[in-house]
């Protein structure tokens, strides 16, 4: 899978869930390390949606990990609390964001 590829995946996963009532800015940066490396970033903001291939630099959050376990918590089989625990991701910044946008994810 390309980066591109989980981008749409991502995507069309959110654009699916209520964000409407979103208020405000969700911005989080997911860097892919490992065999396959890159960044891209998700946008809520006053419930718009936004996933581009580049750098926040005002960003709440990054997620940092492998395309793998990045794409399985975008699909629910990974649940953020426990990656992190177990080493599979990292946060850093505003860890509250991060979870409001894996709550939008379960939807």
Known sequence: MTIDQLIGKIYNKLSKADISGTQGR???????????SGVFYVEILNGVLSV???????????????MTNIEKMFNGKLVPQVAVAEGK?????????VMLLAELLKQ
């Open 52 to 66: 581009m291939p580049y750098e926040y630099i005002d960003r709440d959050a990054s997620v940092s990990g492998t």
């Open 26 to 36: 969700v911005a989080v940066q997911f860097n892919l390390t490992g065999k396959v």
């Open 89 to 97: 991701i990292s946060i850093e910044g505003n860890v509250d964001k």
